[in-house]
């Protein structure tokens, strides 16, 4: 099940702001959330509770439940090549993923609900499944009757792009140009830690 709690305390849990909002109370808050959080006494992590913490910080970035995570690293695992990066390469094209990237939602959160709303096709076909898997060719663009909402049109634009994506403005779409790379990927992970944790 998806994590519907508050995503400011999660994201100061995490270490890491996963909506805009939670950047801002971070910048005042750094520390962890309770009343020990700001406690300048902190006891050395195992080993276990570093990989956890890495594990949960990849599935809340994207927004999945622990069951889609580890079927990522499995079929990940079954492939030829870095666990590690195939699995994150794996989420990356995901379409909610491909969406918050193009700068059409402002969180991943965002992006998953316009996407099971209805709001967007790819390759002019309407998609509403978040973990649809988009190809190194395809188009994601906005359908014709949601390119007035506000929310869509006014987030567009704002998130750093990354290379393996084109941007059409004026057709409010996106392109997959390629499959991409680890250092590519603005994810705040150790993969390796969560490869570690779930070949346990």
Do not use: W
Request: aromatic content about 8%; charged content about 25%.
């Amino acid at each position: 099940m998806n994590y519907t709690g508050p995503k400011v305390r999660l994201s100061r849990q995490l270490g890491l702001a996963l909506t805009p909002k939670a950047a801002k109370i971070m910048e005042r808050k750094p520390h962890p959330p309770g009343q020990h959080g700001n406690a300048k006494r902190r006891t050395k992590k195992s080993d276990y509770a570093l990989q956890l913490l890495e594990k949960q910080r990849l599935r809340f970035q994207y927004n999945i439940s622990e069951r889609q995570l580890r079927n990522y690293y499995m079929k990940a695992s079954r492939r030829t090549g870095n666990t590690g990066e195939l699995m994150v390469q794996a989420l990356e094209q995901r379409l909610d993923a491909l969406v918050l990237r193009a700068g059409f939602a402002r969180s991943i959160y965002a992006a998953r609900q316009y996407v099971t709303h209805g709001h967007f096709t790819v390759n002019g076909r309407p998609v509403n499944l978040p973990a649809y898997s988009v190809r190194p060719g395809d188009v994601i663009a906005v359908r014709p009757r949601s390119r007035k909402i506000e929310c869509l049109r006014h987030g567009f634009g704002i998130a750093v792009l990354p290379q393996y994506l084109q941007v059409s403005q004026s057709e409010l779409s996106v392109q997959l140009l390629r499959t991409p790379m680890r250092d590519e990927i603005p994810v705040i992970c150790d993969v390796t830690l969560v490869v570690e944790y779930y070949s346990r």
